[in-house]
């Protein structure tokens, strides 16, 4: 039986008719998808298309300025509905097109937290020249305690080895120095529960500290930070990005010469251009639920939207929800019911 995966489709710049095209191209590859937004500007692109079913839900909260009340307040929006399959059993995993906080709202209201996971983070696959970089947290939790950025690093460990295909990825630390010493207090503690985690690690190497200029050199598959630093970081990487692709385009077409020169250029740049488009990898990584979410960018074509699918089904079939909470497990980085840490504390007590 195929994997099924639930899209919401209306927070995608494009249309909801966007969504669906890449629907299309993730269906002709064996994935059967449930489409979540309004029929009239759906059924006219799935027409006919084998794994493709239409749900009528043409209520976006998308653009609400408080995605929790707003999933609250509508049950019938496109996004609940899309994510409420999931939780239902109907649905193996979601995609939620370009609306973050709707997508962390509903997944944490309907799908819920996986068992000792303390919050979910947003896990995403930088494309680099070098093979994809997964910076996690990009935005799920602006502040971080110590040992919810541990379990951030088992989450991109993860999913990097399932969804990325790295047989033992290297995980670092976002930081201002690559001292154990540097960065804040806290990322001075992460850095040593870290090392004391993964130290020995059956599928993981410990790199350590990484400075900014290394995020997507390859100096680590997997770089860990809170939710505002990951989101700034990606932001100045987008910009950047798109302000050298402009200044080659724009050098290359400056005059006669430099047009002969762009064209001659056209195969090696048009290969580099594939290595860093941000569609490729398909989005982000929504992590810690009981089930698996991904959410690509409001601005991504049909291409980025039909990469999401693909990278939410394959996640589901190699059970990458299972995988991260066996290796938290196994490192002793869930966490704890108040009712186990106080016998503990208890049972700590009588042997003293």
């Known amino acids: 039986m195929p994997v099924t995966v639930a899209v919401d489709t209306t927070g995608a710049d494009l249309g909801p008719g966007e969504v669906a095209a890449g629907a299309v191209l993730a269906a002709r590859q064996g994935v059967h998808v449930r489409l979540y937004g309004p029929a009239e500007l759906l059924r006219p692109v799935v027409d006919g298309v084998a794994n493709v079913e239409v749900i009528d839900a043409p209520l976006s909260i998308a653009k609400a300025p408080d995605p929790a009340l707003a999933v609250r307040s509508n049950p019938d929006a496109s996004v609940v509905q899309a994510v409420r399959a999931v939780a239902a059993g109907e649905a193996d995993a979601f995609v939620v097109a370009g609306a973050t906080g709707a997508a962390l709202a509903a997944g944490l209201m309907h799908v819920r937290r996986a068992k000792g996971i303390h919050r979910p983070a947003l896990a995403l696959p930088l494309p680099a020249p070098s093979g994809p970089v997964t910076l996690v947290d990009v935005g799920a939790n602006v502040e971080a305690r110590p040992d919810h950025l541990v379990q951030f690093a088992f989450m991109g460990a993860a999913m990097a080895r399932t969804s990325l295909g790295i047989e033992r990825p290297r995980v670092a630390l976002l930081s201002n120095g690559e001292e154990p010493t540097k960065g804040t207090p806290d990322v001075v503690e992460v850095h040593a529960l870290l090392a004391e985690r993964l130290a020995g690690h059956a599928h993981v190497d410990w790199v350590g500290n990484v400075e900014g ?43 006669p010469m430099a047009m002969l020169g762009g064209l001659l250029m056209k195969p090696a740049l048009g290969r580099f251009r594939k290595q860093i488009d941000p569609e490729g990898p398909g989005g982000a990584y929504l992590l810690g639920l009981r089930s698996l979410g991904v959410v690509p960018h409001g601005r991504f074509t049909r291409h980025g939207f039909s990469q ?15 995988l991260i909470h066996s290796d938290l497990e196994a490192a002793g980085a869930l966490r704890r019911a108040p009712s186990a840490v106080a016998s503990a504390a208890s049972a700590d007590r009588s042997t003293e």
Do not use: C, Y
Request: no cysteine.
């Open 213 to 255: 200029v290394d995020v997507i050199t390859g100096a680590a598959d997997v770089i860990v930070t809170d939710g505002f630093t990951g989101n700034v970081t990606l932001k100045v990487i987008e910009g950047v990005s798109q302000a050298v692709v402009g200044g080659i385009r724009g050098a290359a077409t400056s005059s």
């Open 308 to 322: 999401a699918i693909l990278r939410a089904a394959q996640g589901a079939e190699q059970q990458v929800i299972d």
